[in-house]
């Protein structure tokens, strides 16, 4: 349970910071079922298998992906779960079921390429791969339990080399990718740290610069005019007060920078 409350977690803050990819494809797959079914429809009627409830299903279940704004309050906390479920079953589910119900062929191996693509740019790679799993698992024992004589395209079992590459490939390029411009957002973010902190020390340092400059000003005020005469110069006490006030006050401003720098 650790383990999937740990998958699970991932996901979620996998799509926290791209919260429109799971809308963006919901509006792909509320177009694109029941129009590649229409395709279908126009190009190739006698088709083995009629997928149009599964599309519509598919359609259906997309839809509410895209009005995320509409949900109600109490139920919005389920909408990565249900996003996680609808995935599966929009994907590796439905396209791998529908093509292994029409015998597979060219379209059958392009929707499963498709689920792997799709999947490997939606999710991380350990949810991607336990999708693939679930959904390839669910669609196979769909088509052996409702098939009197299933049959699994040899093309398929051809094509899974290719597939098993696909996985890797396109997850280290993604990772690759991934990795990088995280490495330019954490740098953007100490770039920022670093002017927030140069900013506050400067404005931090003005204060008891200023104080030292006004208390070295009001000294030399308070000093008599300077003279090449080699006598001595008398100072009024209340002169000599000023003097020792200005000089503590500069004390505390040169104590109160160092502990900014410190």
Not at 22 to 28: D, I, V
Not at 50 to 64: H, K, N, S, V
Not at 235 to 243: K, Y
Request: hydrophobic share 55%.
């Amino acid at each position: 349970m650790n383990a999937i409350r740990a998958l699970f977690e991932h996901y979620t803050k996998y799509h926290q910071h791209g919260p429109l990819m799971l809308r963006y494809a919901g509006y792909l797959s509320v177009i694109g079922f029941p129009a590649l079914y229409v395709l279908r429809q126009l190009t190739n009627p006698a088709a083995s298998y009629d997928d149009f409830w599964i599309r519509l299903t598919a359609a259906i279940l997309c839809l509410f992906l895209v009005l995320k704004d509409w949900w109600p309050k109490q139920l919005a906390r389920f909408y990565y779960p249900y996003s996680y479920a609808v995935l599966i079953y929009t994907l590796p589910f439905a396209l791998v079921f529908m093509a292994l119900k029409n015998g597979g062929g060219v379209a059958g191996v392009g929707n499963m390429m498709l689920a792997v693509f799709f999947l490997i740019l939606i999710a991380d790679w350990c949810n991607m791969l336990v999708m693939l799993g679930l959904g390839f698992g669910a669609a196979v024992l769909a088509y052996v339990t409702t098939d009197s004589n299933p049959v699994i395209p040899m093309d398929y079992l051809a094509r899974l080399p290719l597939m098993v590459l696909v996985v890797i490939g396109g997850s280290l390029f993604k990772g690759l990718a991934e990795g990088i411009v995280e490495q330019q957002v954490r740098q953007a973010s100490m770039n920022q740290a670093y002017a927030a902190l140069a900013g506050s020390i400067a404005h931090e340092m003005r204060n008891p610069l200023g104080q030292f400059k006004s208390s070295l000003s009001l000294m030399i005020d308070a000093l008599p005019a300077p003279t090449l005469a080699s006598q001595d110069q008398m100072l009024r006490a209340v002169r000599v007060d000023q003097l020792y006030r200005q000089v503590a006050l500069s004390e505390v401003a040169v104590r109160r920078g160092l502990q900014v720098i410190a």
